[in-house]
């Protein structure tokens, strides 16, 4: 027991001897969420629209009030003919055109139906996809309120599931459980490779091998640090989340927290697991980079919804467990829901993790070679 | 006198390439066991074999008693092992790697720093210093520290000297005969032919083969022939023209200057006319005694 406690604290003098390990471990989840809290916003505020209303009726206006009163749009101008649009557009500031129809309000008192335009800046798809979705949003919304009056506006209305979960379309009740997610597989799959490969380096594997230490120790003494160090890492995630931009977890904070513990533990597994096959620090790093990290974040459904995905790509990311853990946070954090919602998920990380301690285990040599 | 280790017949093969063949020989408790050759010979893999990092594709290894293929176990308990790169953590201080040492192999630094004092009080006075802000002297002396704080009965050194400066290198020597007198067995490496002297018995390694092994004394006295000593402005012009001489059988550079056997163990006047028209002036012969390293090459061209 003693020897094994040495080599934990061992382990802790590396990681609080090295700067780079310290920034990577506390640095960088802070800076992660600053980041895609205010840089990689996908909230929209002050959006500027234009407006070209060829009806210039009582709803017209009550329509563009409204957008233009929501918070998320500022009227940049109002357009006399088509010809507009095109130019101011071109000058920037414009991200979308609102067209009303001629006749507008009275079509929609008489035939029940009218028509408005969205013509959206194009050149910044992601931009034109929020404006669009939001723009759509607010005359939906308008239109609830209407028909109670009789009347209704046809309109082709997409809307969108995380609305329902996320009123204010807020960017960060996405990205906080995509953040974790990320995280923890960087620092316990990178960091742990990182470190058992580097013994192997430098060669002082090969006195710990031939040390009474028996591999189970050596791979426990150097995982139980950053096991303790990612939990503290998730803590810092949620209190930063929460005094930062207000999200809150809406489900039970114990049921968050031991499914961040299993997920660490899972990411560490594969990190051993990564040690086990790569006999260089830069072949570990290369495999829990773009082995890991990539597919975490274009296949995870961290960015992109894995249902808008291809299916070959569908398949690719049901067998990488970030994608797992990502739908358990966000039904506990954001839609609150208990174990029973989670449950499969959690049952699916398990047995991620008994696969990869086996196989590790398996690969783990008491020899060189 | 009891055997430490008795290896028969160790063969290890990498791929296509034979690394160890046949390898016997057995050392004896309390003696200082050098493996002499140079590199790429199999040293290190032999060493990884006796430390139980790797296992022997073909022979029979006991080491303190315990099969190298099954009491592996054991024998880790039992042995200090200094791999060939210091295995030092570079971002522990000095202190902190003896300390570490010492926990993994179940014992403390001051239960057994008489064994280690003489050795370590040279880098006491830099404790707090970070082992990878060391030169390669101290690092080699922690090392050492760092192999024996556990009191193993056999230490397992892989080229300790190399990469050394001169001065610790006779002092690094100085301390194994020293630890004698703990009755710890020391099998060393080493690639320096004048290293060899201070062994009490060697063996030489090449091409993963045992040559000889005898006492360094016998092995010098084992070289037969009449050695003379050859020395010139320009070695390499002296030694092709002795390569001329019909009478040479070896010719070959040592130090700054050229070693030479002759047959019938003499040369002539003929050898002096190849000088003249080769235009080398100024050589200066005379008579000297075998070196290891005159033996070894003897050995290798047999």
């Known amino acids: 027991m003693n020897r094994f406690l040495g080599f934990v604290r061992k382990e802790f003098l590396h990681i609080f001897r090295d700067y780079r390990t310290l920034i990577i471990l506390f640095g960088l989840p802070a800076a992660q969420i600053m980041l895609f809290g205010y840089v990689v916003s996908t909230d929209i505020k002050n959006a500027g629209v234009a407006f070209l209303d060829l009806s210039k009726d009582e709803i017209t206006v009550k329509i563009s009030d409204k957008i233009c009163s929501s918070g998320f749009f500022k009227r940049t101008g109002d357009l006399i003919d088509y010809n507009d649009i095109d130019r101011v557009m071109k000058m920037g500031n414009t991200k979308a055109v609102i067209v009303f129809e001629n006749d507008f309000g009275r079509n929609l008192m008489s035939e029940g139906k009218a028509e408005i335009s969205i013509i959206a800046d194009g050149s910044e798809p992601n931009t034109a996809t929020l404006v669009t979705n939001y723009l759509t949003a607010i005359i939906t919304d308008f239109n609830r309120e209407f028909s109670g009056s009789s009347a209704s506006l046809s309109l082709s209305v997409q809307s969108e599931v995380r609305m329902f979960y996320n009123p204010g379309l807020k960017g960060h009740y996405m990205f906080v459980p995509g953040v974790i997610t990320l995280i923890m597989i960087l620092i316990c799959a990178l960091m742990t490779s990182v470190t058992i490969t580097r013994e192997k380096e430098f060669g002082t594997m090969e006195v710990l091998m031939v040390s009474p230490l028996k591999p189970v120790q050596i791979i426990l003494g150097k995982v139980m640090p950053y096991f303790f160090l990612s939990f503290i890492d998730v803590i810092i995630i949620l209190l930063l989340s929460w005094l930062v931009f207000d999200l809150p977890v809406k489900g039970s904070l114990v049921l968050l927290l031991s499914e961040s513990m299993l997920y660490i533990m899972m990411s560490l597994s594969l990190g051993i697991l990564i040690s086990t096959v790569s006999g260089t620090m830069q072949q570990a790093i290369f495999i829990s980079l773009v082995g890991m990290m990539l597919p975490t974040v274009l296949l995870s459904g961290f960015i992109f919804p894995i249902e808008n995905m291809p299916v070959a790509y569908r398949w690719i990311s049901s067998v990488l467990p970030p994608g797992y853990f990502l739908v358990i946070l966000k039904n506990i954090m954001i839609k609150g829901t208990g174990f029973f919602y989670v449950w499969k998920e959690t049952l699916i990380l398990v047995l991620f993790t008994v696969a990869f301690i086996g196989l590790s285990v398996r690969n783990f040599k008491i020899r060189l070679q | ?265 003499s040369y002539d006047d003929s050898l002096i006319n190849i000088f003249r028209s080769e235009g080398i002036e100024n050589v200066i012969i005379e008579e000297t005694k075998a070196g290891i390293e005159d033996r070894f090459l003897e050995l290798m061209e047999a």
């Open chain 2, 1 to 265: 006198m009891n055997e430490i280790i008795r290896a028969s017949g160790i063969g290890k093969k990498f791929g296509a390439t034979q690394a160890l063949k046949d390898i016997s020989f057995e050392v004896i408790n309390g003696e200082v066991f050098g493996f002499i050759g140079p590199d790429g010979g199999g040293k290190t893999t032999l060493f990884r074999i006796i430390a139980t990092l790797l296992l022997p594709d073909e022979g029979e290894l006991n080491v303190l008693g315990s099969d190298c293929r099954t009491g592996f176990r054991d024998l880790r308990k039992n042995i200090g092992y200094m791999p060939g790169r210091f295995s030092l953590y570079q971002d522990l201080t000095v202190e902190e790697n003896l300390n570490f040492y010492a926990t993994v192999f179940g014992t403390t630094v001051s239960e057994n720093y008489e064994l280690i004092a003489d050795i370590y009080s040279h880098i006491e006075p830099f404790s707090k210093r970070l082992a990878g802000k060391l030169s390669g002297g101290m690092k080699q002396k922690l090392a050492l520290s760092c192999a024996l704080i556990h009191k193993p009965p056999l230490l397992i050194l892989d080229e300790p000297t190399t990469g050394v400066d001169a001065v610790s290198r006779s002092e690094f020597w100085e301390m194994l005969r020293k630890l004698r007198q703990h009755n710890i067995t020391i099998l060393v490496s080493t690639p320096y032919m004048d290293e060899a002297m201070k062994c009490d018995r060697v063996a030489l390694i090449q091409d993963g083969k045992i040559l000889s092994v005898d006492k360094p004394q016998n092995i010098r006295n084992g070289f037969k022939s009449r050695l003379f000593r050859f020395m010139a402005a320009d070695k390499y012009r002296l030694m092709l023209a002795l390569r001329k001489y019909s009478e040479t059988i070896t010719a070959y550079p040592f130090g700054d200057s050229v070693h030479v056997t002759f047959r019938n163990d």
